[in-house]
């Protein structure tokens, strides 16, 4: 794939995301039952699209290491951050679970050895600090809760817990082999979770609902998730996860036409700021399939 179809991707992928917090809006449903049913409904439209692919998954029981902590991950994600919702601004639980490509950061360049280059740390800076003048009043006139802070900041670390399970899968499984059956423990998590804890009606949802969650599955899920588990063979997790500082930004502009929310200049300031740091982050990554980083070597060696 040629260098500027992945920044299509990139694309797609920072549009999906930033949808999900409107289509969760508009859908009227619970955010567990949002969690659960976006997980759920894009299994098998990921089987689909496979057959239309003509790419067949493969599972095995010694991918179970990925699978099983990768979607006990994700769950735990979806679930903390959208408790942290009810309990904190959204801004600010935005503003902390965003924090991931950070964390991810850190781990790649402790586990990895993968020493970040200048244009990385400083266009996930950038984007970081574009975020921080995007919310500045929320930070200002908020009582925080805690429990809501300490959601969204666990949210973040399960997201590059997550993500960084995946970047390792993907070096020895194709997309679908590591989306579909992660995707599937992490509906079976929501469901045990809701089931133990919460104990809420996921089935039997409004007639108005059912369109927006599986809007949910189709673009956050697929469109979003998904394509980014396909770029992690390619690219360092803290350059594709970079698309999630985009996501608070991405929402705000797909509220004008939908909920009529206009922002502020300082919050197009910020956009623009936050936007050029993703930008900066993302041009500045080189692709892992180059010199002697070849994910296509590792995958030979693999063994299913």
């Known amino acids: 794939m040629s260098g ?65 902590p990768a979607g006990i991950a994700l769950a735990l994600h979806f679930i903390l951050w959208m408790d942290s919702l009810f309990r904190i601004p959204v801004a600010i639980s935005t503003t902390v679970v965003v924090a991931y490509p950070i964390h991810l950061l850190l781990l790649e360049a402790i586990i990895s050895r993968e020493i970040p280059g200048s244009r990385e740390i400083i266009g996930i800076a950038t984007a970081f600090v574009g975020i921080g003048i995007f919310f500045s009043n929320t930070y200002t006139n908020s009582i925080l809760d805690i429990v809501g802070i300490l959601e969204s900041f666990t949210a973040s670390i399960l997201a590059a817990i997550y993500f960084y399970i995946g970047r390792t899968a993907r070096r020895c499984l194709d997309v679908y082999s590591y989306s579909i059956p992660t995707y599937s423990f992490g509906a079976i998590t929501v469901a045990t979770y809701n089931y133990i804890f919460i104990q809420d009606d996921l089935w039997h949802q409004p007639l108005s609902s059912w369109i927006w969650l599986s809007l949910l599955a189709i673009i956050p899920m697929i469109g979003g998730h998904t394509t980014m588990n396909y770029l992690l063979r390619y690219f360092k997790s803290s350059i594709v996860t970079s698309i999630a500082l985009a996501e608070p930004i991405i929402a705000t502009l797909l509220a004008i036409p939908l909920l009529t929310e206009v922002p502020s200049p300082t919050q197009i300031i910020a956009l623009i700021i936050t936007l050029s740091g993703i930008a900066l982050t993302i041009t500045g990554g080189q692709t892992l399939n180059s010199k002697n980083n070849t994910v296509i070597n590792k995958l030979k060696r693999c063994k299913y």
């Not at 049913?37 to 699209?49: N, V």
């Open 4 to 68: 500027y179809k992945y920044y299509v991707l990139f694309v797609i992928a920072m549009i999906s995301i930033g949808s999900s917090s409107i289509l969760v809006r508009l859908s009227g449903a619970s955010a567990v039952a949002c969690a659960f049913w976006r997980l759920i409904l894009s299994i098998p439209l990921l089987h689909l699209i496979s057959i239309v692919n003509g790419t067949k998954p493969i599972y095995s029981s010694s991918s179970l290491r990925y699978f099983i």
